[in-house]
């Protein structure tokens, strides 16, 4: 039964491949960060700012990304809307999902900070007759910042272990990779390992980093 | 002010109030809490909007506008330059945490009156100098005293130059020790500027002292007004003798 003990030999065949897969899920979790966390900003500042219909919209479409599957949405976004002509590659369109996905899920972590400010600082500003936009550039966001942006961290933290979804639309990532290795030889005990292994070694020392970069903060 | 009435749900705050302030004017609202004295300085700023009544600052309506010679209902704009001649100090400072107290004086000066860097700074030192705090220009609100921090929130106010400015319990969140500095500073203020003032104060010596005039409020409405050495020294409704027992009690 060599199917259940270890190959090395086949673990370090495979290991490039993965390594290369590695890469792409890196650059997904870059790419759809750079949607996300502008994006859920928006998000929030249009959801507080009471404009009539854009503000609901914003508010619905906010908790329906939250409270759908993730994978619904990409499914959606990569099987129904090419029918309506709008054709992106699978890694496009996965950078793209995930990047609305988790634009919503920044919006709660913008709007959670933004709750920790206390109400006298936008009564100052506004008895003040500071412009509006100048309040949030320089007084509400250089005060939400130190607070959101751990959960920032933790979000892109999330994302880059969420890639492992856009296997399933043909982006080949690290668990797209393992699952060929092993739909190829049958063996999907080390390429699945060493796929879970380097997930656990770049969210773990980002993690730490994390950490560091807080407590040198709070000091 | 014209019969101003404001209510939070069914709670009657202000009650058709009528109040008008010369200019330089320094007056004192005296009162129990909940008698609707802050409620009035948030209004005088456009911090809370009254269900019904008018406010008038220096021949600019609040949340009305003339057209045609009529009075209408006017908006958040018209708000903003109808309470540019208006300043406030709160209770609890709210300075900005992130900036120095420079930094805290001079941003309004810089956004608001769009000032040079240049002159924004001399204005700024000027004030922080005023208030005697030359040298923690450089502290963070977090690095200062309550009486520091206050006296920066009065020097960041008056930055902006204003004809009315609107003390809300500037001292009740101080430690006592700290409360003389602040008294001391809007004394000074008091007596050297044209300004209008207006203090929500339970310092009533302190209102007797520099007040042209007193307002002792109760249950939403004023029920006396007049000179400090009547409303205080010689009152004439019997809650108001009550409440200065209690107040002198403490």
Same mark, same amino acid.
């Given at each position: 039964m060599s199917g259940f003990s270890w190959d090395w030999a086949f673990a370090w065949s495979v290991l490039p491949a993965l390594l290369e897969g590695l890469s792409v899920t890196v650059q997904a979790t870059a790419a759809g960060s750079l949607i996300a966390l502008p994006f859920g900003l928006l998000w929030c500042i249009l959801r507080l700012a009471d404009i009539p219909v854009l503000s609901f919209v914003v508010r619905f479409m906010?908790?329906?990304?939250?409270?759908?599957?993730?994978?619904?949405?990409?499914?959606?976004?990569?099987?129904?809307?090419?029918?309506?002509?709008?054709i992106f590659s699978p890694l496009a369109t996965g950078i793209f999902a995930l990047g609305v996905y988790s634009s919503a899920r920044a919006a709660e972590f913008y709007r959670a900070a933004l709750e920790a400010?206390?109400?006298?600082?936008?009564?100052?500003?506004?008895?003040?007759?500071?412009?509006?936009?100048?309040?949030?550039?320089?007084?509400?966001?250089?005060?939400?910042?130190?607070?959101?942006?751990?959960?920032?961290?933790?979000?892109?933290?999330a994302m880059f272990k969420d890639t492992a979804v856009l296997s399933t639309i043909t982006v080949l990532e690290v668990v797209a990779r393992a699952k060929d290795a092993g739909f190829q030889t049958f063996r999907y005990l080390e390429p699945l390992t060493i796929a879970g292994i380097l997930f656990w070694i770049v969210s773990y020392s980002a993690a730490r980093f994390l950490r560091r970069l807080e407590d040198r903060h709070a000091r | 002010?014209?019969? %101003? !009435?404001?209510?939070?749900?069914?709670?009657?705050? @202000?009650?058709?109030?009528?109040? *008008?302030?010369? =200019?330089? /004017?320094?007056?004192?609202?005296?009162?129990?809490?909940?008698?609707?004295?802050?409620?009035?300085?948030?209004?005088?700023?456009?911090?809370?909007?009254?269900?019904?009544?008018?406010?008038?600052?220096?021949?600019?309506?609040?949340?009305?506008?003339?057209?045609?010679?009529?009075?209408?209902?006017?908006?958040?704009?018209?708000?903003?330059?109808?309470?540019?001649?208006?300043?406030?100090?709160?209770?609890?400072?709210?300075?900005?945490?992130?900036?120095?107290?420079?930094?805290? %004086? !001079?941003?309004?000066?810089?956004?608001?009156?769009? @000032?040079?860097?240049?002159?924004? *700074?001399?204005? =700024?030192? /000027?004030?922080?100098?005023?208030?005697?705090?030359?040298?923690?220009?450089?502290?963070?609100?977090?690095?200062?005293s309550g009486g520091q921090q206050q006296r920066v929130a009065i020097a960041r106010s008056l930055g902006l130059r204003p004809k009315v400015m609107l003390f809300d319990e500037v001292t009740s969140a101080l430690d006592p020790e700290l409360v003389g500095e602040v008294l001391l500073v809007l004394r000074e203020l008091a007596h050297a500027t044209?300004?209008?003032?207006?203090?929500?104060?339970?310092?009533?010596n302190f209102a007797a002292d520099i007040a042209d005039r007193v307002l002792m409020?109760?249950?939403?409405?004023?029920?006396?007004?007049?000179?400090?050495?009547q409303v205080i020294r010689d009152p004439q409704m019997p809650r108001t003798k009550q409440f200065l027992r209690a107040v002198n009690e403490r």
């Open positions: 906010v908790e329906f990304l939250r409270g759908t599957p993730f994978l619904v949405q990409l499914y959606f976004i990569f099987y129904v809307l090419p029918k309506y002509g709008i400010i206390p109400a006298g600082q936008w009564e100052a500003s506004l008895t003040l007759g500071l412009p509006i936009g100048k309040v949030w550039t320089r007084i509400i966001l250089p005060q939400m910042w130190p607070i959101v942006a751990p959960m920032l961290g933790n979000l892109v933290i | 002010m014209r019969d %101003v !009435r404001k209510a939070f749900d069914t709670r009657v705050v @202000l009650d058709g109030i009528d109040l *008008d302030v010369k =200019a330089g /004017e320094k007056v004192a609202l005296i009162g129990p809490s909940g008698s609707g004295k802050t409620t009035i300085l948030r209004m005088a700023i456009g911090l809370t909007r009254p269900d019904r009544g008018t406010i008038e600052i220096a021949g600019r309506y609040l949340w009305h506008e003339m057209r045609n010679g009529r009075l209408e209902p006017a908006g958040e704009r018209n708000a903003r330059l109808a309470r540019r001649p208006v300043g406030m100090v709160f209770q609890q400072f709210n300075l900005f945490p992130h900036m120095t107290a420079l930094e805290n %004086v !001079r941003e309004p000066i810089v956004q608001v009156l769009k @000032l040079s860097r240049a002159e924004a *700074d001399e204005r =700024a030192v /000027e004030l922080l100098r005023q208030v005697g705090l030359s040298e923690h220009r450089g502290k963070r609100p977090g690095q200062l044209d300004m209008a003032m207006l203090l929500v104060t339970h310092e009533i409020f109760d249950a939403g409405k004023i029920i006396e007004d007049g000179p400090p050495s």
